[in-house]
């Protein structure tokens, strides 16, 4: 056992034999930022406050590291396994205050079908639940097939006691298309969560929100929040989709741009372009052409993995946008 130091909090918790520095984290109450939780986005990636000598911490065999993963700088908490005490230099833990993973029965509210192949699904809670999350996290749902995925939650709260996801069919899966085909309404499906560091951060930045498909789901919380809390700073929402069809929410982004002053909605669409007269191409890029200097901004982006890493790459090389105004939830 190993016993995990939070700064600047203070906070600690103990990790069992074999278990993750996030697990352990998650288990104890503690929020450490994190994204897909199986070692591929690198958003729980966490400075150590004195580097650790070698064998301190073990990973997977086989794991891709960063460097400063291997020097004993950082820490992929996800991953690795502590074996002797540790001081971790986690300041977003004190956003996170109050949110604490909890696993709870729902039952299907409702399925609509908003395009042909993406869906709405809410689910509900047993009454009295109590569920806080932030805007932007995701939860794991459990279906009655025994299939495990993770969706984000697309509203700022619970709507009469629900969560609401956007879900997208991939024919050749588990989940979907049970989900699609199978799962009915009042079936009970249990939920896990929240999870995630993707939210809205405190400042008076400029924000760009970058979306690829049902990316839009988190993007939906996100502005709900901002509208609730009377926001007053530039945002510009860059939607991008293989056809028109793709952005099954249109109508609610052209209506937030007609009536709110500090909003501006672009969307865009890289291949069926026919009878489409606004932007085209790759969404990020739309981005580019538009803001070629980031340097003041805040971005959040949620989509495809290769919609992040080359919306990261770009923002960052050619606009001057800093890494660490970056926010992304891949769907990994």
């Known amino acids: 056992m190993s ?65 400063s993963d291997q020097a004993g700088a950082t820490v992929l908490c996800c991953q690795a396994v502590a074996h002797q005490d ?122 760009v929100l970058l979306a690829s498909g049902t990316g839009f789901t988190p993007i939906k919380a996100i502005m709900e929040q901002l509208i609730a809390e009377g926001n007053e700073r530039s945002v510009r929402l860059y939607w991008g989709g293989r056809s028109a069809a793709d952005l099954y929410m249109a109508a609610l982004c052209e209506g937030w741009a007609e009536r709110l002053p500090w909003f501006d909605y672009i969307p865009v669409v890289s291949d069926t372009t026919d009878g489409w007269v606004g932007r085209t191409g790759f969404v990020h890029q739309a981005v580019v052409a538009d803001l070629n200097d980031l340097s003041a901004h805040e971005v959040y982006a949620c989509g495809a993995p290769i919609v992040i890493e080359s919306a990261r790459r770009d923002f960052v090389g050619q606009c001057g946008l800093s890494s660490a105004n970056f926010y992304s939830d891949a769907f990994v």
Do not use: W
């Not at 009295?128 to 709260?157: C, E, K, W």
């Not at 996801?165 to 699609?180: E, Q, S, V, Y």
């Open 3 to 67: 016993t995990i130091t939070v700064n600047p909090v203070g906070k600690t918790f103990d990790t069992h034999e074999g278990e993750t520095i996030l697990d352990a984290a998650l288990r104890s109450g503690i929020m450490l930022k994190h994204g897909c939780r199986d070692g591929r986005c690198g958003d729980c990636r966490t400075l150590v406050e004195t580097p650790i000598s070698e064998g301190a911490v073990t990973y997977p065999a086989g794991l891709a590291l960063a460097e």
């Open 86 to 207: 540790l001081a971790l230099n986690a300041p977003e833990v004190t956003e996170l205050e109050g949110i604490s993973i909890q696993k709870l029965v729902s039952r299907v509210l409702l399925k609509d079908q908003v395009s042909s192949d993406v869906i709405v699904l809410k689910l509900m809670l047993a009454p009295g639940s109590d569920f806080p999350y932030l805007p932007g996290q995701y939860i794991d749902i459990t279906l009655p097939n025994g299939v495990t995925r993770s969706y984000s939650m697309a509203s700022r709260q619970l709507q009469e006691n629900a969560i609401e996801l956007h879900i997208r069919l991939k024919p050749d899966g588990t989940g979907t298309p049970f989900i699609f085909n199978e799962l009915g309404l009042r079936k009970m499906v249990t939920v896990e969560g929240p999870f995630g560091s993707f939210y809205l951060r405190n400042s008076d930045a400029p924000m």
